[in-house]
Every structure is written in C-alpha cells, then in structure tokens.
C-alpha cells in the first residue's frame, strides 16, 4: 500500500522503518495514490496541517500518533470531526520510537469510528500488536494526560524521593485523569490500557524532563539543552483550560502547574499531592 507520513521526526521516521519492513511503499508527503496517512508531528500542528492538506486527504484513512490537544484543549477528535468525519483514527501507546525502529515486541491501541480492522490489518506485524477502542475521547485523553503525570513522577525521581512516592503521585494522578476523562464522556476503563497506563510504564522524554525538574533545572533551561518542550508541557496548560472551562476539580494538575510555571517548590508540590 502506498502511505504518506506527515512529520519526519523521531516517531514518523521509526513509522516509516517498521511499514517499509511490511512492504509498503512509504512517502513523507501526500501522493495521488495513497490510502493511508499517518500524523506524526507536535500535537499543536496537527490540526493546521491537516486543514491546509484538507483538499488532498479528505478520502484517505488519516491515522494521528501525535499525543496531546488541540490549541485552547479542545479534542483533535472535535477540532477535526467536521471535516475528517468517519477516516480518523488515534494511534497511541508505550511504543518509543526506537522501539519501533529495532523491531521490538510492541503494542498500541487504535480507536476510530470507522474501520479501524482494515488499518490494523496494514500496520500490524508479529512485532507491533494493535488493539482497537471505540472510546476515541478515552484514549486521546489518556495518551495525552499520561504526559502530565509521567512528568510528575519524574520531579519526584528527580528530587531524590524514593520509588513509594513515585508510586503514589502515580496513582492520584491516574485518578485525576480518569476523572477528567469521564466527564469528557470517556470510559474509565480505557485509561487502564494501552494509551494510558501502558504508556506510564515508559521512560520517556516527558519523564526525563520531570527529572531536570526535580533537580532544580529551569524549564527554559531544560528546553533549550533537549532543543524541543517535550508534548508533556502544552498538555499540562491545556489539561488546565480543560478543568477550568469544564468546571472539573483538577488538583492534581494545579499543583504540577504551581510547580512548573509559577514557582513553588518540589518539595511543597510533593507534599500538596492528595
């Protein structure tokens, strides 16, 4: 099958490697012919690029693999919904890119209205399972607050706290996420899969930089030595419009938020997670 990857990065790079390994014919723009088109930029140009590439996609399966919000936290789901109605698909789960790239045992869950079986059948291999979810809200919620809390967790490793308090910012922060996710109208059973706590289990680049975090780095710092802001960082402002607009109690989140934009202290923010 001929597919387009849009943003060549670390992810879409190891996207492309692992679907050249399927025999399929890969490209890093849009093609007359290709069915399949696979989104791995930063979450923030996702819906500005497909809109400018409306024209030429608007039959293809769209799949996003990009983890967090559109801008103001609205759904990419809900950003995209009135032009790409019943072709797009989220594609999220503990799969780093490398990962991928090699060829290791990997596994991600796919939700969308549409067919998702026809694009498992494509993207699947003995080394990438993919699941499927209905609950769209769900799992973009999940793959993108997962973000948040695995940056928490890495303030408290950073810090010098010990694996018990990781394990407890772990689990005030799943709640919260379930609880934001539910009165989104997700289904509190999918943060428990792939996109959520599947993902949680990773070290990931939003995990290293809660180190930098906890061992008293400035966030301008961290971004400029890393060269990017990990997604973790639009997630978090965005999880706080979400709560706010939507009247939700997001503790959890505000103390993150104290903690990375407006000063307090690691120690003050650990002590504050309930």
Same mark, same amino acid.
């Given at each position: 099958?001929?597919?387009?990857?849009?943003?060549?990065?670390?992810? *879409?790079?190891?996207?492309?490697? +692992?679907?050249?390994?399927? /025999? +399929?014919?890969?490209? =890093? @723009?849009?093609?007359?012919?290709?069915? &399949?088109?696979?989104?791995?930029?930063?979450? =923030?140009?996702?819906?500005?690029?497909?809109? @400018? %590439?409306?024209?030429?996609?608007? /039959?293809?399966?769209?799949?996003?693999?990009?983890?967090?919000?559109?801008?103001?936290?609205?759904?990419?789901?809900?950003?995209?919904?009135?032009?790409? #109605? /019943?072709? &797009?698909?989220?594609?999220?789960?503990? #799969?780093?890119?490398?990962?991928?790239? +090699?060829?290791?045992?990997?596994?991600?869950?796919?939700?969308? /209205? *549409?067919?998702?079986?026809?694009?498992?059948?494509?993207?699947?291999?003995?080394? %990438?399972?993919? @699941?499927?979810?209905?609950?769209?809200?769900?799992?973009?919620?999940? #793959?993108? %607050?997962?973000?948040?809390?695995?940056?928490?967790? *890495?303030?408290?490793?950073?810090?010098?706290?010990?694996?018990?308090?990781?394990?407890?910012?772990? $689990?005030?922060?799943?709640?919260?996420?379930?609880?934001?996710?539910?009165?989104?109208?997700?289904?509190?059973?999918?943060?428990?899969? &792939?996109?959520?706590?599947?993902?949680? $289990?990773? =070290?990931?680049?939003?995990?290293?930089?809660?180190?930098?975090?906890?061992?008293?780095?400035?966030?301008?710092?961290?971004?400029?030595?890393?060269? =990017?802001?990990?997604?973790?960082?639009?997630?978090?402002?965005?999880? !706080?419009?979400?709560?706010?607009?939507?009247?939700?109690?997001?503790?959890?989140?505000?103390? &993150?938020?104290? %903690?990375?934009? @407006?000063? !307090?202290?690691?120690? !003050?923010?650990?002590?504050?997670?309930?």
């Amino acid at each position: 099958m001929k597919i387009s990857i849009i943003g060549a990065g670390h992810f *879409g790079r190891a996207m492309a490697t +692992h679907l050249r390994r399927l /025999n +399929h014919s890969v490209h =890093y @723009e849009i093609q007359e012919q290709t069915k &399949l088109v696979i989104v791995a930029t930063p979450s =923030y140009a996702v819906v500005p690029a497909l809109f @400018e %590439l409306k024209d030429q996609i608007q /039959n293809k399966s769209i799949v996003i693999c990009s983890k967090g919000f559109a801008e103001g936290g609205i759904l990419m789901s809900e950003a995209l919904k009135k032009h790409f #109605a /019943n072709n &797009l698909f989220f594609l999220y789960g503990p #799969a780093l890119a490398d990962g991928i790239r +090699h060829g290791d045992l990997s596994a991600m869950v796919l939700a969308g /209205n *549409g067919d998702t079986e026809s694009i498992v059948k494509v993207m699947q291999s003995p080394s %990438l399972r993919i @699941e499927t979810s209905s609950d769209v809200v769900g799992v973009q919620v999940g #793959a993108a %607050l997962k973000n948040v809390v695995t940056m928490f967790i *890495g303030v408290a490793k950073g810090a010098g706290y010990s694996g018990n308090t990781q394990a407890y910012i772990f $689990t005030k922060g799943l709640q919260e996420v379930q609880r934001i996710g539910k009165a989104l109208g997700a289904k509190p059973d999918t943060f428990m899969g &792939l996109s959520c706590v599947g993902d949680l $289990t990773l =070290y990931s680049r939003n995990r290293r930089l809660g180190v930098k975090l906890g061992k008293g780095h400035k966030l301008p710092d961290i971004i400029t030595e890393m060269g =990017y802001a990990p997604e973790g960082i639009a997630a978090l402002k965005n999880a !706080k419009i979400i709560a706010k607009r939507s009247n939700i109690r997001a503790p959890f989140i505000d103390d &993150l938020y104290s %903690l990375v934009f @407006e000063g !307090k202290t690691v120690a !003050k923010a650990i002590e504050d997670v309930k």
